[in-house]
Protein backbone atom coordinates (compact mmCIF):
# COMPACT_ATOMS: atom_id res chain seq x y z
CA UNK A 1 0.00 0.00 0.00
CA UNK A 2 2.54 2.75 0.88
CA UNK A 3 4.75 1.54 -2.11
CA UNK A 4 1.92 2.58 -4.12
CA UNK A 5 1.18 5.79 -2.53
CA UNK A 6 4.56 6.89 -2.93
CA UNK A 7 4.08 5.71 -6.57
CA UNK A 8 0.92 7.91 -7.63
CA UNK A 9 2.56 10.66 -5.13
CA UNK A 10 5.76 10.62 -7.44
CA UNK A 11 3.48 10.57 -10.71
CA UNK A 12 1.78 13.51 -9.72
CA UNK A 13 4.90 15.73 -8.43
CA UNK A 14 6.72 14.53 -11.19
CA UNK A 15 4.45 13.77 -14.45
CA UNK A 16 7.21 13.33 -16.62
CA UNK A 17 9.11 10.47 -14.90
CA UNK A 18 8.12 7.09 -16.19
CA UNK A 19 6.97 4.76 -13.70
CA UNK A 20 10.09 2.72 -14.58
CA UNK A 21 11.74 5.45 -12.52
CA UNK A 22 9.84 5.75 -9.88
CA UNK A 23 9.15 2.48 -9.16
CA UNK A 24 13.37 1.88 -8.59
CA UNK A 25 13.86 5.15 -6.71
CA UNK A 26 10.87 3.79 -4.09
CA UNK A 27 12.23 0.74 -3.74
CA UNK A 28 16.30 0.84 -2.75
CA UNK A 29 16.59 -2.82 -3.33
CA UNK A 30 15.48 -1.76 -7.26
CA UNK A 31 18.49 -1.01 -9.64
CA UNK A 32 19.18 2.64 -10.69
CA UNK A 33 17.36 2.86 -14.18
CA UNK A 34 19.89 2.74 -17.67
CA UNK A 35 19.34 6.58 -18.44
CA UNK A 36 20.70 7.48 -15.06
CA UNK A 37 23.39 5.45 -13.97
CA UNK A 38 25.48 7.74 -16.55
CA UNK A 39 25.51 10.34 -14.16
CA UNK A 40 26.01 7.96 -11.26
CA UNK A 41 29.88 8.03 -11.15
CA UNK A 42 29.82 12.08 -10.99
CA UNK A 43 27.41 12.47 -8.32
CA UNK A 44 29.31 9.60 -6.15
CA UNK A 45 32.21 11.73 -6.75
CA UNK A 46 31.20 14.99 -4.81
CA UNK A 47 30.87 15.24 -0.95
CA UNK A 48 26.81 14.47 -0.22
CA UNK A 49 24.73 17.06 1.65
CA UNK A 50 23.52 15.66 4.95
CA UNK A 51 20.31 16.46 5.65
CA UNK A 52 17.99 16.45 8.63
CA UNK A 53 14.20 16.05 7.26
CA UNK A 54 11.53 16.79 10.14
CA UNK A 55 8.43 15.00 8.75
CA UNK A 56 5.80 12.35 10.36
CA UNK A 57 4.54 11.51 6.70
CA UNK A 58 6.93 8.68 4.99
CA UNK A 59 5.13 9.17 1.47
CA UNK A 60 6.42 12.78 1.64
CA UNK A 61 10.23 11.79 2.88
CA UNK A 62 10.26 9.29 0.22
CA UNK A 63 8.99 12.02 -1.68
CA UNK A 64 11.81 14.36 -0.72
CA UNK A 65 14.49 12.02 -1.44
CA UNK A 66 13.22 11.13 -4.82
CA UNK A 67 13.54 14.47 -5.82
CA UNK A 68 16.99 14.89 -4.38
CA UNK A 69 17.78 11.86 -6.16
CA UNK A 70 16.48 13.09 -9.42
CA UNK A 71 18.16 16.20 -9.13
CA UNK A 72 21.12 14.41 -8.95
CA UNK A 73 21.96 16.28 -5.54
CA UNK A 74 24.09 13.83 -3.94
CA UNK A 75 22.76 13.48 -0.29
CA UNK A 76 22.32 11.97 2.60
CA UNK A 77 18.88 12.28 4.69
CA UNK A 78 18.00 11.36 7.90
CA UNK A 79 14.23 11.54 9.17
CA UNK A 80 13.28 12.17 12.16
CA UNK A 81 9.10 12.58 13.34
CA UNK A 82 9.93 13.89 17.20
CA UNK A 83 11.31 16.97 18.87
CA UNK A 84 13.44 14.61 20.93
CA UNK A 85 14.90 12.80 18.10
CA UNK A 86 15.38 15.82 15.90
CA UNK A 87 17.42 17.57 19.12
CA UNK A 88 19.58 14.71 19.49
CA UNK A 89 20.39 13.95 15.78
CA UNK A 90 21.08 18.29 15.68
CA UNK A 91 23.13 18.25 18.54
CA UNK A 92 25.51 15.30 16.58
CA UNK A 93 26.77 18.16 14.62
CA UNK A 94 26.93 16.15 10.98
CA UNK A 95 23.99 17.96 9.30
CA UNK A 96 24.02 20.55 6.71
CA UNK A 97 20.89 21.54 6.35
CA UNK A 98 17.28 20.72 7.93
CA UNK A 99 14.24 20.32 6.05
CA UNK A 100 10.85 20.77 8.45
CA UNK A 101 7.38 20.21 7.87
CA UNK A 102 5.09 23.19 9.28
CA UNK A 103 2.49 20.88 10.61
CA UNK A 104 3.92 17.81 13.08
CA UNK A 105 1.98 16.24 15.29
CA UNK A 106 1.97 18.31 19.03
CA UNK A 107 4.03 20.87 17.54
CA UNK A 108 5.08 22.83 14.42
CA UNK A 109 7.97 23.70 12.49
CA UNK A 110 8.40 27.02 14.27
CA UNK A 111 8.71 25.13 17.49
CA UNK A 112 11.56 23.05 16.38
CA UNK A 113 13.12 26.16 15.15
CA UNK A 114 13.21 27.82 17.97
CA UNK A 115 14.81 24.67 19.44
CA UNK A 116 17.88 25.28 16.99
CA UNK A 117 18.11 28.96 18.27
CA UNK A 118 18.05 27.55 21.87
CA UNK A 119 20.84 25.25 21.38
CA UNK A 120 22.76 28.48 19.67
CA UNK A 121 23.64 26.16 16.45
CA UNK A 122 23.67 27.83 13.28
CA UNK A 123 22.35 25.80 10.49
CA UNK A 124 20.19 26.19 7.41
CA UNK A 125 16.41 25.88 8.46
CA UNK A 126 14.03 25.02 5.30
CA UNK A 127 9.98 25.13 6.05
CA UNK A 128 8.97 22.40 3.61
CA UNK A 129 4.99 22.67 3.91
CA UNK A 130 1.90 21.40 1.75
CA UNK A 131 0.42 24.31 2.72
CA UNK A 132 1.07 27.16 4.56
CA UNK A 133 -0.23 30.59 4.78
CA UNK A 134 1.53 33.66 3.76
CA UNK A 135 1.10 35.06 7.32
CA UNK A 136 2.99 32.26 8.63
CA UNK A 137 5.57 32.38 5.75
CA UNK A 138 6.43 36.05 6.29
CA UNK A 139 6.66 34.90 10.16
CA UNK A 140 8.93 31.95 9.46
CA UNK A 141 11.21 34.19 7.57
CA UNK A 142 11.28 37.36 10.39
CA UNK A 143 11.97 34.71 12.83
CA UNK A 144 15.36 33.90 10.65
CA UNK A 145 14.35 30.77 8.64
CA UNK A 146 16.41 30.61 6.05
CA UNK A 147 13.00 29.59 3.17
CA UNK A 148 9.68 27.63 2.77
CA UNK A 149 8.71 25.45 -0.21
CA UNK A 150 5.38 24.54 -0.72
CA UNK A 151 5.67 21.14 -1.74
CA UNK A 152 3.70 21.10 -4.98
CA UNK A 153 7.06 23.08 -5.71
CA UNK A 154 9.21 19.78 -4.81
CA UNK A 155 11.20 20.22 -8.13
CA UNK A 156 13.23 23.12 -6.74
CA UNK A 157 13.89 21.86 -3.30
CA UNK A 158 17.58 20.81 -4.56
CA UNK A 159 17.73 24.54 -5.56
CA UNK A 160 16.57 26.06 -2.04
CA UNK A 161 18.92 23.82 -0.26
CA UNK A 162 21.89 24.73 -2.59
CA UNK A 163 20.81 28.67 -1.77
CA UNK A 164 20.47 27.97 1.98
CA UNK A 165 23.37 26.30 2.31
CA UNK A 166 25.35 29.25 -0.38
CA UNK A 167 23.62 31.71 2.10
CA UNK A 168 24.47 30.10 5.21
CA UNK A 169 28.17 30.02 4.58
CA UNK A 170 28.39 33.24 3.17
CA UNK A 171 26.71 34.59 6.67
CA UNK A 172 29.23 32.74 8.88
CA UNK A 173 32.40 34.02 6.70
CA UNK A 174 31.22 37.32 7.08
CA UNK A 175 31.05 37.03 10.62
CA UNK A 176 34.31 35.37 10.65
CA UNK A 177 35.49 38.19 8.79
CA UNK A 178 34.16 40.49 11.72
CA UNK A 179 35.82 38.76 14.39
CA UNK A 180 38.95 38.76 13.05
CA UNK A 181 38.41 42.47 11.76
CA UNK A 182 37.36 43.63 15.39
CA UNK A 183 40.20 41.71 17.17
CA UNK A 184 42.70 42.99 14.42
CA UNK A 185 41.75 46.48 15.53
CA UNK A 186 41.88 45.58 19.23
CA UNK A 187 45.21 44.59 18.94
CA UNK A 188 46.01 47.86 16.44
CA UNK A 189 44.90 49.58 19.75
CA UNK A 190 46.64 47.36 22.02
CA UNK A 191 50.11 48.40 19.83
CA UNK A 192 49.55 51.95 19.66
CA UNK A 193 49.00 52.48 23.58
CA UNK A 194 51.74 50.48 24.13
CA UNK A 195 53.85 52.42 22.39
CA UNK A 196 52.40 55.28 23.54
CA UNK A 197 53.08 54.42 27.13
CA UNK A 198 56.73 53.85 25.92
CA UNK A 199 57.32 57.27 24.12
CA UNK A 200 55.92 58.71 27.12
CA UNK A 201 57.90 56.58 29.76
CA UNK A 202 61.28 57.45 27.73
CA UNK A 203 60.40 60.93 27.55
CA UNK A 204 60.12 60.99 31.26
CA UNK A 205 63.16 59.39 31.62
CA UNK A 206 65.07 61.78 29.34
CA UNK A 207 63.34 64.91 31.67
CA UNK A 208 65.01 63.29 34.69
CA UNK A 209 68.17 62.84 32.88
CA UNK A 210 68.54 66.52 31.72
CA UNK A 211 67.32 68.06 35.42
CA UNK A 212 69.62 65.48 37.06
CA UNK A 213 72.73 65.36 34.93
CA UNK A 214 72.95 67.87 32.57
CA UNK A 215 71.27 70.69 34.74
CA UNK A 216 73.69 69.90 37.59
CA UNK A 217 76.41 69.96 35.37
CA UNK A 218 75.43 73.60 33.90
CA UNK A 219 74.60 74.64 37.60
CA UNK A 220 78.15 73.99 38.29
CA UNK A 221 79.52 75.31 35.70
CA UNK A 222 77.92 78.70 36.21
CA UNK A 223 78.91 78.65 39.29
CA UNK A 224 82.85 78.07 38.62
CA UNK A 225 82.66 80.85 35.89
CA UNK A 226 81.30 82.56 38.54
CA UNK A 227 84.26 82.34 40.38
CA UNK A 228 86.84 82.44 37.78
CA UNK A 229 84.91 86.18 36.96
CA UNK A 230 85.78 87.46 40.77
CA UNK A 231 88.99 86.20 40.66
CA UNK A 232 90.09 87.22 37.07
CA UNK A 233 92.15 90.59 36.23
CA UNK A 234 92.52 90.58 32.77
CA UNK A 235 90.09 92.18 30.14
CA UNK A 236 90.07 89.88 27.83
CA UNK A 237 89.39 86.99 30.35
CA UNK A 238 86.70 88.89 31.86
CA UNK A 239 85.45 89.18 28.53
CA UNK A 240 85.34 85.93 27.85
CA UNK A 241 83.67 84.80 30.89
CA UNK A 242 80.60 87.16 30.05
CA UNK A 243 80.14 85.49 26.70
CA UNK A 244 80.36 82.06 28.78
CA UNK A 245 78.15 82.99 30.80
CA UNK A 246 75.28 84.36 28.47
CA UNK A 247 75.58 81.22 26.76
CA UNK A 248 75.25 78.91 29.68
CA UNK A 249 72.07 81.16 30.68
CA UNK A 250 70.81 80.24 27.08
CA UNK A 251 71.90 76.53 27.59
CA UNK A 252 70.07 76.36 30.85
CA UNK A 253 66.90 78.08 29.69
CA UNK A 254 66.60 75.58 26.78
CA UNK A 255 67.21 72.86 29.30
CA UNK A 256 64.18 73.78 31.40
CA UNK A 257 62.24 74.85 28.30
CA UNK A 258 62.77 70.74 27.23
CA UNK A 259 62.00 69.33 30.91
CA UNK A 260 58.62 71.76 30.51
CA UNK A 261 57.17 70.07 27.46
CA UNK A 262 58.18 66.42 28.03
CA UNK A 263 56.61 66.34 31.55
CA UNK A 264 55.72 69.93 32.77
CA UNK A 265 55.44 70.22 36.63
CA UNK A 266 52.68 72.85 36.59
CA UNK A 267 50.24 69.19 36.18
CA UNK A 268 51.21 68.80 39.94
CA UNK A 269 49.03 71.87 40.57
CA UNK A 270 46.11 70.75 39.14
CA UNK A 271 44.11 70.30 36.14
CA UNK A 272 42.96 73.85 35.96
CA UNK A 273 46.24 75.52 36.28
CA UNK A 274 47.66 72.97 33.63
CA UNK A 275 44.76 74.54 31.34
CA UNK A 276 45.44 77.90 32.14
CA UNK A 277 49.75 77.79 32.06
CA UNK A 278 48.84 76.21 28.72
CA UNK A 279 46.58 78.82 27.47
CA UNK A 280 48.55 81.58 28.43
CA UNK A 281 51.79 80.32 26.98
CA UNK A 282 49.54 79.74 23.94
CA UNK A 283 48.23 83.26 23.60
CA UNK A 284 51.90 84.79 24.09
CA UNK A 285 53.41 82.53 21.16
CA UNK A 286 50.49 83.48 18.82
CA UNK A 287 48.99 86.26 20.32
CA UNK A 288 45.38 85.28 19.93
CA UNK A 289 42.85 85.78 22.54
CA UNK A 290 42.18 82.61 24.81
CA UNK A 291 39.09 82.96 26.87
CA UNK A 292 38.73 79.88 29.87
CA UNK A 293 35.55 79.33 31.43
CA UNK A 294 35.47 76.79 33.52
CA UNK A 295 33.46 75.20 36.30
CA UNK A 296 35.37 75.85 39.85
CA UNK A 297 38.99 77.00 40.34
CA UNK A 298 39.64 72.95 41.18
CA UNK A 299 38.44 70.49 39.17
CA UNK A 300 39.63 67.17 41.21
CA UNK A 301 40.49 64.19 38.85
CA UNK A 302 42.36 60.92 38.77
CA UNK A 303 46.15 62.03 37.45
CA UNK A 304 45.69 59.67 34.02
CA UNK A 305 42.27 61.63 32.95
CA UNK A 306 44.28 64.93 33.96
CA UNK A 307 46.66 64.01 31.33
CA UNK A 308 44.53 63.20 28.80
CA UNK A 309 42.74 66.45 29.18
CA UNK A 310 46.18 68.49 29.11
CA UNK A 311 47.10 66.90 26.21
CA UNK A 312 44.23 67.03 24.34
CA UNK A 313 43.50 70.87 25.35
CA UNK A 314 47.32 71.54 24.07
CA UNK A 315 47.02 69.26 20.25
CA UNK A 316 44.26 71.10 20.08
CA UNK A 317 45.99 74.70 20.19
CA UNK A 318 48.84 73.41 18.10
CA UNK A 319 46.44 72.78 15.44
CA UNK A 320 44.88 75.67 15.85
CA UNK A 321 48.21 77.57 15.24
CA UNK A 322 49.00 75.96 12.60
CA UNK A 323 45.91 75.05 10.40
CA UNK A 324 42.72 77.34 11.30
CA UNK A 325 43.85 80.47 10.79
CA UNK A 326 41.65 81.84 14.05
CA UNK A 327 41.82 85.14 15.53
CA UNK A 328 40.58 84.04 18.93
CA UNK A 329 40.04 80.54 21.28
CA UNK A 330 37.48 79.61 23.85
CA UNK A 331 38.26 76.74 26.34
CA UNK A 332 35.42 75.45 28.64
CA UNK A 333 36.19 73.18 30.80
CA UNK A 334 33.72 71.45 33.53
CA UNK A 335 33.11 68.10 35.71
CA UNK A 336 28.88 68.47 35.91
CA UNK A 337 26.92 65.36 36.18
CA UNK A 338 29.94 62.98 36.88
CA UNK A 339 31.73 63.72 33.40
CA UNK A 340 34.45 65.84 33.02
CA UNK A 341 34.29 67.95 29.53
CA UNK A 342 37.04 69.75 27.68
CA UNK A 343 35.84 71.70 25.22
CA UNK A 344 38.77 73.81 23.29
CA UNK A 345 36.61 76.36 19.98
CA UNK A 346 38.22 78.81 17.88
CA UNK A 347 36.97 81.01 14.93
CA UNK A 348 39.13 79.95 11.91
CA UNK A 349 38.11 78.81 8.53
CA UNK A 350 37.61 75.51 9.89
CA UNK A 351 38.57 72.10 8.39
CA UNK A 352 37.15 70.21 5.55
CA UNK A 353 35.68 66.57 5.83
CA UNK A 354 38.68 65.21 3.94
CA UNK A 355 41.03 67.31 5.82
CA UNK A 356 39.69 65.52 9.25
CA UNK A 357 39.46 62.16 7.49
CA UNK A 358 42.66 61.69 5.57
CA UNK A 359 45.19 58.72 6.97
CA UNK A 360 48.08 61.38 8.16
CA UNK A 361 45.69 62.13 10.80
CA UNK A 362 47.74 60.54 13.45
CA UNK A 363 47.23 62.99 16.22
CA UNK A 364 43.73 62.57 16.31
CA UNK A 365 43.85 59.15 16.13
CA UNK A 366 46.11 58.98 19.15
CA UNK A 367 43.76 61.53 20.74
CA UNK A 368 40.81 59.39 20.57
CA UNK A 369 42.89 56.62 21.41
CA UNK A 370 44.07 58.46 24.44
CA UNK A 371 40.42 59.35 25.47
CA UNK A 372 39.51 55.27 24.88
CA UNK A 373 42.21 53.98 27.22
CA UNK A 374 40.28 56.69 30.14
CA UNK A 375 36.89 55.11 28.73
CA UNK A 376 36.20 58.92 27.13
CA UNK A 377 35.61 59.68 23.69
CA UNK A 378 36.19 62.69 21.40
CA UNK A 379 34.54 64.26 18.87
CA UNK A 380 35.98 66.62 16.37
CA UNK A 381 33.28 68.98 14.46
CA UNK A 382 34.06 71.79 12.07
CA UNK A 383 32.84 74.48 9.65
CA UNK A 384 33.28 77.50 7.66
CA UNK A 385 32.88 79.29 11.24
CA UNK A 386 35.41 77.15 13.33
CA UNK A 387 36.45 74.54 14.67
CA UNK A 388 35.66 72.53 18.00
CA UNK A 389 37.37 69.67 19.93
CA UNK A 390 35.16 68.00 23.14
CA UNK A 391 36.40 65.03 25.16
CA UNK A 392 34.15 63.28 27.41
CA UNK A 393 35.44 61.24 30.28
CA UNK A 394 33.43 59.95 32.87
CA UNK A 395 34.55 60.21 36.01
CA UNK A 396 33.45 56.98 37.53
CA UNK A 397 35.12 54.12 35.90
CA UNK A 398 37.22 50.92 36.55
CA UNK A 399 39.81 52.64 34.52
CA UNK A 400 39.56 56.23 36.30
CA UNK A 401 40.23 54.81 40.10
CA UNK A 402 41.10 57.72 41.92
CA UNK A 403 44.29 55.47 43.89
CA UNK A 404 48.08 56.34 44.51
CA UNK A 405 48.88 53.32 42.19
CA UNK A 406 46.96 55.39 39.01
CA UNK A 407 48.76 58.64 40.23
CA UNK A 408 51.68 57.22 40.19
CA UNK A 409 51.20 55.50 37.18
CA UNK A 410 50.07 58.47 34.79
CA UNK A 411 53.37 60.61 36.25
CA UNK A 412 54.84 59.01 34.20
CA UNK A 413 53.69 59.92 31.15
CA UNK A 414 55.38 62.47 29.27
CA UNK A 415 54.22 65.40 26.97
CA UNK A 416 52.97 64.66 23.28
CA UNK A 417 54.12 67.72 20.92
CA UNK A 418 52.41 66.13 17.67
CA UNK A 419 49.42 68.20 16.02
CA UNK A 420 46.22 66.50 14.93
CA UNK A 421 46.34 67.27 11.17
Not at 82 to 88: E, G, H, M, Q, V
Not at 119 to 130: D, F, K, M, T
Not at 320 to 345: N, P, Q, R, Y
Request: aromatic letters at 4%; one cysteine or more; a negative charge.
Amino acid sequence: MLYRQITGQIQHHFPGCPVAVASCWSDPAAPAPPNLQAGMSEILDKRPVHILHLEDSRVDHALVKFALQRSKLPSEVVLVDTLDDFKRELLSGRFDVVLADYHLPGFTGMDAWDVVRELGIEIPYVILSGAIGETAAVDAMHRGVSDYLLKDSMHRLSHVIERAIEVSQTRRERARAAEELAASRKRLAELAEHLQTSIEQERANIAREIHDDIGGSLAAVKLDLAWVGRHAQDGHVLQHVATAMEMLQHALGASQRIMMNLRPPILDQGLVAAVQWLAGGFERRTGMRVTIRRSSDQIEVPMDVQLVAYRTAQEALTNIAKHTKATAVDIDLSDGEGVLTLEVTDNGQGLSPEALRKAESFGLLGLRERAAKVDGWLDVSSSSKGTSVILSVPLISPHNPNNPDSAANAAEEAHDQGDFV
